[in-house]
Each structure stands twice: as C-alpha cells, then as structure tokens.
C-alpha cells in the first residue's frame, strides 16, 4: 500500500516536534522568557490548546491580541524605518548552523536561514516546505521524498536531495556532538555507517537531484518527523575539507552560514545584534520586510527600547504592570498566549548530593515555589510538577505529588537522607557540607524573586546556598561542559512530550540524570501510535518524574509580545514563534 502526502503530514500519525527534531526538539531559553515553538494537538480528539489553557489562567487575566490605541505617538525614528524591522531578544550564542545550536536565540537565526522537507503550522500540523510530496510504502518502513523542482541556495547554486544526504551523514558522523539524535530515526545502516564499517548510509537510495528514498529498520510515532525536519546543507559548500571523523570545517562556518530561507546572515556582532537581509528569490516568495535585526536586549532595557522607536518588537515578562506599561505606550499592539514551555531549576546529578531521590524532594518541598511564581507572574503562571506544558495534550495532573511548600517534610527527608545539621546550622554528610554553587542570570526578574526566597528557605533546611551571577550563554556553556551544581532556566518545548532531555544519556541530557523506568516508558511512547495509548504510556512517565524529581520544575507562564502596531503578518500561536512567518510579516508606511 503506498500512501501520499500532500501537505499535511502525519497529522494522527505523529503529533510531532518541531526544531531540530531527531530526538531532541527542545531548546534552552532564559528563564522568564522561554520561546515558544511546537504544536497542538487539536487533531488528537483533545481539547484544544487555548481551551486548556483558558482553564488554567482563568477569565480574569487578557489573552489574544491587544491592539495599540493611539499609533500618533509612534516614536520618528521607528517611523523613519521603511524597510527594516528590530527584533529585541537575548543576544545568540552565535552556533548558526541547526545541526550544533541549543537556544532558542540561535533557532531563531537558523530557522530563518535554513528550511527543510516541512515546516509547522500554526495548530501544530506540519505542512510540506522543501518537499513536493512523500511516498510512505512498505508499511510505514520506506519513505520518498519528492524536492520542489527550482529551488536554489541564497548563493544561486541549485538544491537537491544529495545535500539532504550530505546533512544525514554529518548527524551521523561518529563524531558528532550536537544535540540531536538521529539514530532514533532507525535509518537503514545507520549502525556501520557510525561505526566506519561502511562509507555509506546503505538505507538511502538517491533516485534523481529531486527525489531520495530512504529506509529504516522499525518505524515509530516520529519517523516522519526525524526524517522531514532534516535541515539542508549545501554539500558544495559546507562539504569543502569534510571528512568522516572530524566536522571541524563545518564548525568553522558557524558564524558564516549559508541556506535556502527567507533570509541571509548580512552581519553579526557577538552580543550585540545579528542582521539579516530578505532572500529576493526566496521559493514562498520574497519577506515583505527587507532588513531585520535582532538586537540583544535584557529585562531591564526591552521596555525601553519599544518605548523609544529603538526596537519593534520583544518577548516582555507577562506581568500586570508590564502590560499596563505597554498599553500606555499607546503604539503597541500586545499579543498574550500560552507559553509552551516551563521553568526549571536544573542539577548536576553526576555530583554525589543530588544522587539521592530523598534529596531531590526534599529541595522541592523546601522551596517556596508558588511565592516565587506568583511575586513575578501574578496571576500568569502556575505551578508545575512535571515536565511538560498545560497547552500540551500529554500534560497530566493524575496522581501528581504538588509537593507543596513543607519545610518540616524537607527536612525530615533530608535526615533521613543522611544530611545532619551541624554545629554551625550547616547539614553534613560523610565530611560534606551542604552547600549550592547556584549559576543565576543577571538582570532576571525570575532570579531576582527566586534567590532571596531559595536562600531563606534551604538556610531553614541547613543548606548554604553561594551564587555566582553570569550571562545566559555563559551558563549554557558551563552546562554543555557539565561544570555546575545548579542554575536556573527554561525549555522551549516541541508539540510532542518525546526528547532526551531526561533519557540516560541522552543528547539534551544536561543534568546526567539516568531512570530505567523513564527511558522504558518514553521509548513505549514513541513506538506507540495510537494517541490515546501514548496519552496513558506518558502519564506513567510523568507520574514516576514526579516522584524521581529529575529537576525542580517551577512553572508554566503566559507569553506576551510587544509589538510596534506598524508591524503586521506574524501568525503568532503557543505553538509557532515569531520568525516562522516573518517572511510574511509587513511595516505599514
């Protein structure tokens, strides 16, 4: 049986992840401001998104779009600018290339480079790109791909599916180490390939420069979804002085990169801004706006500069204040969502003192997390106790520990745990004092509410709590390396609950947490198909994450975007963040 693919891909079939898919979908954000980039699953006989997510914040908070009141008092120089748009975030780390960035800044820069076989849709379909159509035949275990005939690289030269092929062996390469894995694809060969038994993938058959068929072993909930969200490299370019066993040279270009998307690295400055120019020839049709720039911002100068005309648009904390702050500046539209996406407090498990499950919980229930969360959020955020977002059809709060705020339950855990307080207050164990070496993000209102509060409440615990203020792209990269104890941050989740991020060893695995019952039940998820079956395999899971406490999860907020009300186009959902229609995205004159 052959079945075709116009379009809508594997709509019932996969309820998939956007990014860099491969297994590990979700990307790092700075912590109040986590970015939004998945899909519903509105298709999935549940309720819908903005449903679910109406119950949680209640009637009394404003969602949707609120639009700028008084476009007269629009600053002259935002007024002045007819071709370009400024973008206000948290400065890129500036790793341009999607197949080795891990935050959202940067996904914001690839994803309007690259492209690939499909693209998300605003209800968290998918919808082809690249791809004309996809053959899937012998049962679900083959899968052609059919290019758009014409399309071209922003440098003129042509594309085909032999760069897809070249983007396949770099995932695969025995040295790769970004955060996707496409092992879990099961493509036909993949083992010898890494292995260096073979030369080549022997599951991918290049039919034409337009078609590639590729087949996998066993197929799961993802296949589709692995193999569409492949990004393209150009071979003739990122290919020059590649060989198997070392992506050195393709890691040379990571501040140079080159793709077939709406828009072209012009200039970037580290820390600074990152510019980009419209892609004319760009196949979906060339951006209305010419210019963007994304400009590094932080929490204490983004209302600032939308205030002043210096930037359009900015993801500003959801906070009553924010908002009224917003409004009054009268050329503002407002755009309050979901956030799909959650807060956490992550640690570094390879460290003795967070082995133990005791421990884990015992910091959990010793944390005053709804003072935290509401002292920032108000009203707009709650809670959570699992890794996964409200707007998600995964989510559940079935036989799920609240771990309310109890110092007395944190410590008797903790004695019993072995943790005694010593003389000086300070618990001990084995010759060890208690005490957490804490990353934290400068200029953070999330940080700013949750030291104070966490200092208190584990000096009651007879814990010592010592931070150390850094960047946000500093922190990242002390936790790629693994040299912390703990910090605070936030995924940006994909539509579907399957990642790494909590499987032994997995490629997001930044905590080096490890749970056989996590990984049995997150591997019976994605080979499921049925999605009321895979509802039930990942409440198991969240409800055993619950209680193994992997991370100390804090909270689920609202997203809100200031966005100039000269700025018009963005198909803005939980689920599909501002750059994927930013090709579409216009300035009225």
Same mark, same amino acid.
């Given at each position: 049986?052959?079945?075709?693919?116009?379009?809508?891909?594997?709509?019932? +079939?996969?309820?998939?992840?956007?990014?860099?898919?491969?297994?590990?979908?979700?990307?790092?954000?700075?912590?109040?401001?986590?970015?939004?980039?998945?899909?519903?699953?509105?298709?999935?006989?549940?309720?819908?998104?903005?449903?679910?997510?109406?119950?949680?914040?209640?009637?009394?908070?404003?969602?949707?779009?609120?639009?700028?009141?008084?476009?007269?008092?629009?600053?002259?120089?935002?007024?002045?600018?007819?071709?370009? $748009?400024?973008?206000?975030?948290?400065?890129?780390?500036?790793?341009?290339?999607?197949?080795?960035?891990?935050?959202?800044?940067?996904?914001?820069?690839?994803? $309007?480079?690259?492209?690939?076989?499909?693209?998300?849709?605003?209800?968290?379909?998918?919808?082809?790109?690249?791809?004309?159509? *996809?053959?899937?035949?012998?049962?679900?275990?083959?899968?052609?791909? =059919?290019?758009?005939?014409?399309?071209?690289? &922003?440098?003129?030269?042509?594309?085909?599916?032999?760069?897809?092929?070249?983007?396949?062996?770099? @995932?695969?390469?025995?040295? @790769?180490?970004?955060?996707?894995?496409?092992?879990?694809?099961?493509?036909?060969? &993949? #083992?010898?390939?890494?292995?260096?038994?073979?030369?080549?993938?022997?599951?991918?058959?290049?039919?034409?420069?337009?078609?590639?068929?590729?087949?996998?072993?066993? @197929?799961?909930?993802?296949?589709?979804?692995?193999?569409?969200?492949?990004?393209?490299?150009?071979?003739?370019?990122?290919?020059?002085?590649?060989?198997?066993?070392?992506?050195?040279?393709?890691?040379?270009?990571?501040?140079?990169?080159?793709?077939?998307?709406?828009?072209?690295?012009?200039?970037?400055?580290?820390?600074?801004?990152?510019?980009?120019?419209?892609?004319?020839?760009?196949?979906?049709?060339?951006?209305?706006?010419?210019?963007?720039?994304?400009?590094?911002?932080?929490?204490? &100068?983004?209302?600032?500069?939308?205030?002043?005309?210096?930037?359009?648009?900015?993801?500003?904390?959801? &906070?009553?204040?924010?908002?009224? !702050?917003?409004?009054?500046?009268?050329?503002?539209?407002?755009?309050?969502?979901?956030?799909?996406?959650?807060?956490?407090? %992550?640690?570094?498990?390879?460290?003795?003192?967070?082995?133990?499950?005791?421990?884990?919980?015992?910091?959990?229930?010793?944390?005053?997390?709804?003072?935290?969360?509401?002292?920032?959020?108000?009203?707009?955020?709650? *809670?959570?106790?699992?890794?996964?977002?409200?707007? /998600?059809?995964?989510?559940?709060?079935?036989?799920?520990?609240?771990?309310?705020?109890?110092?007395?339950?944190?410590?008797?855990?903790?004695?019993?745990?072995?943790?005694?307080? %010593?003389?000086?207050?300070?618990?001990?164990?084995?010759? !060890?004092?208690?005490?957490? =070496?804490?990353?934290?993000?400068?200029?953070?209102?999330?940080?700013?509410? +949750?030291?104070? $509060?966490?200092?208190?409440?584990?000096?009651?615990?007879?814990?010592?709590?010592?931070?150390?203020?850094?960047?946000?792209?500093?922190?990242?990269?002390?936790?790629? #390396?693994?040299?912390?104890?703990?910090?605070?941050?936030?995924?940006?989740?994909?539509?579907?609950?399957?990642?790494?991020?909590?499987?032994?060893?997995?490629?997001?695995?930044?905590?080096?947490?490890?749970?056989?019952? *996590?990984?049995?039940?997150?591997? !019976?998820?994605?080979?499921?198909?049925?999605?009321?079956?895979?509802?039930?395999? @990942?409440?198991?899971?969240?409800? !055993?994450?619950?209680?193994? *406490?992997?991370?100390?999860?804090?909270?689920?907020?609202?997203?809100?975007?200031?966005?100039?009300?000269?700025?018009?186009?963005?198909?803005?959902?939980?689920? #599909?963040?501002? =750059?994927? /229609?930013?090709?579409?995205?216009?300035?009225?004159?």
């Amino acid at each position: 049986m052959t079945k075709k693919w116009n379009l809508l891909l594997v709509l019932v +079939l996969t309820l998939s992840m956007v990014l860099s898919a491969c297994g590990g979908g979700n990307k790092n954000a700075e912590s109040s401001n986590a970015p939004s980039t998945s899909a519903s699953a509105s298709n999935a006989g549940t309720e819908s998104a903005s449903e679910s997510a109406s119950a949680d914040t209640g009637n009394q908070n404003e969602n949707g779009v609120i639009k700028a009141t008084d476009m007269s008092l629009l600053p002259a120089n935002a007024a002045a600018r007819k071709d370009t $748009i400024v973008v206000g975030m948290t400065a890129p780390q500036g790793i341009f290339n999607p197949l080795f960035s891990s935050t959202s800044y940067d996904t914001f820069v690839n994803e $309007i480079i690259f492209d690939q076989f499909i693209t998300v849709k605003g209800d968290g379909s998918y919808e082809n790109s690249l791809a004309d159509s *996809v053959d899937v035949t012998n049962n679900n275990k083959t899968y052609t791909y =059919h290019l758009k005939p014409g399309l071209k690289y &922003t440098d003129g030269t042509p594309i085909t599916v032999k760069d897809y092929y070249f983007t396949l062996k770099v @995932y695969l390469d025995p040295t @790769y180490d970004g955060q996707s894995d496409l092992t879990l694809a099961n493509v036909v060969g &993949t #083992k010898e390939y890494k292995e260096g038994k073979a030369t080549e993938i022997s599951g991918v058959k290049i039919i034409d420069d337009n078609t590639i068929e590729i087949n996998v072993s066993d @197929y799961d909930a993802m296949t589709p979804v692995y193999l569409g969200t492949v990004p393209f490299l150009s071979e003739a370019y990122y290919g020059k002085g590649f060989k198997k066993g070392n992506l050195d040279s393709i890691k040379a270009l990571n501040t140079k990169p080159m793709g077939s998307g709406p828009y072209v690295l012009s200039n970037y400055k580290a820390g600074q801004e990152v510019d980009l120019v419209a892609n004319e020839n760009y196949f979906k049709g060339a951006p209305k706006i010419k210019n963007v720039i994304y400009r590094a911002t932080t929490e204490g &100068t983004n209302l600032s500069l939308l205030q002043s005309g210096e930037t359009d648009m900015d993801n500003i904390t959801v &906070t009553p204040d924010n908002i009224d !702050e917003l409004k009054a500046m009268g050329f503002m539209d407002l755009n309050i969502l979901p956030n799909n996406g959650y807060g956490y407090i %992550g640690m570094n498990m390879k460290l003795k003192k967070f082995q133990d499950q005791k421990v884990r919980q015992a910091l959990v229930y010793g944390l005053n997390r709804k003072d935290i969360v509401e002292s920032i959020y108000g009203t707009y955020a709650n *809670v959570i106790n699992i890794p996964e977002s409200k707007v /998600s059809w995964a989510y559940t709060d079935e036989n799920i520990n609240t771990y309310d705020f109890d110092i007395e339950k944190a410590k008797q855990l903790l004695d019993e745990a072995g943790w005694k307080v %010593g003389s000086d207050g300070i618990r001990e164990k084995d010759g !060890e004092k208690f005490t957490i =070496h804490f990353s934290a993000t400068a200029d953070n209102p999330v940080v700013e509410a +949750l030291l104070p $509060i966490m200092t208190e409440n584990y000096k009651e615990l007879g814990i010592e709590v010592k931070a150390e203020t850094l960047d946000f792209n500093a922190i990242m990269d002390k936790t790629d #390396k693994g040299d912390y104890e703990m910090y605070f941050a936030a995924w940006g989740l994909t539509p579907d609950p399957d990642n790494t991020v909590y499987i032994t060893n997995g490629a997001q695995n930044r905590f080096g947490y490890s749970n056989a019952t *996590v990984d049995k039940l997150m591997a !019976e998820g994605r080979k499921e198909l049925d999605v009321e079956k895979r509802k039930e395999i @990942y409440k198991q899971m969240y409800q !055993e994450m619950n209680k193994d *406490v992997p991370a100390i999860f804090m909270y689920q907020r609202t997203n809100m975007y200031g966005i100039n009300g000269r700025v018009s186009g963005f198909d803005l959902t939980p689920y #599909k963040d501002f =750059h994927l /229609s930013l090709y579409q995205a216009e300035l009225q004159q």
